[in-house]
């Protein structure tokens, strides 16, 4: 599969010209199973564990074929597939406890007073920075209070938190409780930019122009990197730029980020960031989060939460009187890391390091893009006629990752309960959305020619049973 991500052509133009190269259907199965025998990161979705129809027991109607059928899963954008190391990485962290017991802290695979200093390497690659600003730590909401505990300095006439309307309810609750903690009215200090009426993302100009008009008042700028519900990739570059220039400090959440699309933390100036690592990461629910601070704020020395990992390295064992904080990302630790998650994580980085962003990337672009494709070939109407289904993920690929967000002519609790049925994973959010993400890791393009082939057939009996 050849570097095809070019501003030049389209995902459809690069795929319509890859079947006619080999005389295919571009709509038909054997197209999608020469995509995948041509496919360099094949081998990858071997890696990974995937659900059986036959143990969705909380579906009602299951349609499974075969008691080891296994699902479609299209919703590593909310919860990635386990690694199938991730068993083997946990029980050699278990035994290593077993074994040495207290001196598991120093010794064995994993030490657990060093654990979080692993991985830093393919974390920084990831989202585009060096190790040393990247850190393993808590989860995605509480690094977010932590660092904005440290970023967000109000002033009189400087005091606002700028973020997207219908962020995840997790950033709107950490921003308005930093705000009350400063005393201030969050219907006053936190500042939605929103999508113009009749339309569902956020255009980049009007972002620019509410910094332009409101810079002066704005203290940080915290915006996903993707945004969970529409699947709208930020121009993260432009905005950050244009925010620094208002005197803002930048920050983002990029949960739906990493992993799925191109980061540059470090060549953007991005003030901090922080992430979880559960979705395109494959740790498991609720497992770490990850954090970055710029090397320019590394000595910063303001009041800060600590605890006993703030403490330097070198020193933490000397418990001393007052912390010798480190500097940079570290110092925003506060508690020891457990080995037991730190091991969970690692085994979806080793993964990622193997794999390389560069080629997931590519294979990202034409994978949503034929998902794309299919759907707009599929189910359209009458020019006249409302589309069976709207895509209300940009077009622009810029603009995106692997997610496209899905709203309906059907009743959407239907189509996903018909689809669930018959071992389609994936998941919905209010008020009408359904959320499709082939991740490239483990998703082929055969995997995606059968969705739109299964969403096809539940389109007909939801006309059926409509009369």
């Known amino acids: 599969m050849e570097n095809f991500k070019q501003q030049s052509a389209s995902p459809r133009e690069v795929l319509e010209s890859l079947a006619a190269k080999q005389g295919l259907d571009l709509l038909g199965p054997a197209f999608a199973d020469h995509m995948d025998n041509e496919d360099p990161l094949r081998g990858m979705k071997d890696r990974f564990v995937f659900p059986r129809l036959a143990d969705q027991t909380c579906v009602e109607g299951i349609m499974a074929e075969g008691e080891e059928e296994e699902c479609i899963y299209m919703c590593g954008n909310s919860l990635g597939l386990q690694p199938k190391t991730t068993k083997d990485k946990v029980a050699e962290t278990l035994n290593s406890w077993a074994k040495l017991a207290i001196n598991s ?5 994993l030490p657990a007073a060093y654990c979080d200093n692993y991985g830093r390497e393919t974390l920084g690659d990831l989202v585009g920075a060096a190790p040393s600003q990247v850190v393993i730590m808590n989860a995605l909401t509480v690094n977010l209070h932590l660092l904005l505990l440290d970023f967000y300095q109000p002033t009189e006439t400087r005091y606002k938190i700028m973020i ?3 962020a995840f309810p997790s950033d709107r609750y950490a921003i308005q409780s930093q705000v009350r903690l400063r005393g201030l009215d969050p219907e006053k200090a936190v500042l939605q930019v929103r999508p113009r009426p009749g339309e569902h993302t956020i255009r980049t100009e009007d972002i620019l122009q509410l910094l332009k008009e409101e810079g002066p008042s704005i203290a940080v700028v915290c915006l996903s990197g993707v945004q969970y519900y529409t699947g709208q990739k930020f121009d993260m570059e432009r905005v950050t730029k244009a925010a620094q220039e208002q005197g803002c400090v930048v920050g983002w959440d990029l949960a739906h980020a990493v992993g799925n699309v191109e980061v540059k933390l470090d060549e953007w100036g991005v ?23 710029n090397a320019r704020h590394n000595e910063r020395t303001g009041p800060r939460l600590q605890g006993w ?14 912390c010798d904080r480190s500097s940079a990302v570290d110092g925003f630790r506060i508690s020891n890391p457990p080995p037991l998650l730190i091991a969970c994580v690692l085994s979806s980085l080793e993964i990622f390091r193997e794999a390389g962003m560069a080629r997931l990337l590519q294979k990202q672009f034409l994978l949503t893009g034929y998902l794309e494709m299919l759907i707009k070939s599929h189910f359209r109407r009458g020019d006249n006629e409302r589309p069976l289904v709207t895509i209300i993920t940009p077009e622009d690929t810029s ?9 309906f002519s059907f009743p959407l609790k239907q189509v996903h309960k018909e689809i669930s049925k018959r071992g389609i994973m994936c998941d919905i959010r209010q008020p009408n959305v359904m959320r499709i993400a082939p991740a490239p890791l483990y998703t082929s393009f055969r995997d995606v020619h059968r969705f739109v082939t299964i969403l096809g057939s539940v389109f007909d009996l939801c006309k059926t049973e409509a009369g």
């Open 105 to 109: 802290h120093f010794h064995g695979s």
């Open 309 to 322: 990992w703030s403490n330097r390295q070198e020193t933490r064992f000397e418990m001393q009187e007052h």
């Open 164 to 166: 997207e309307g219908h």
């Open 271 to 293: 003030d901090f960031a922080c992430w979880c690592t559960y979705k395109y990461l494959n740790s498991g629910a609720g497992c770490l989060g990850g954090s970055y601070v």
């Open 399 to 407: 603009q995106r990752g692997c997610q496209l967000s899905l709203i």
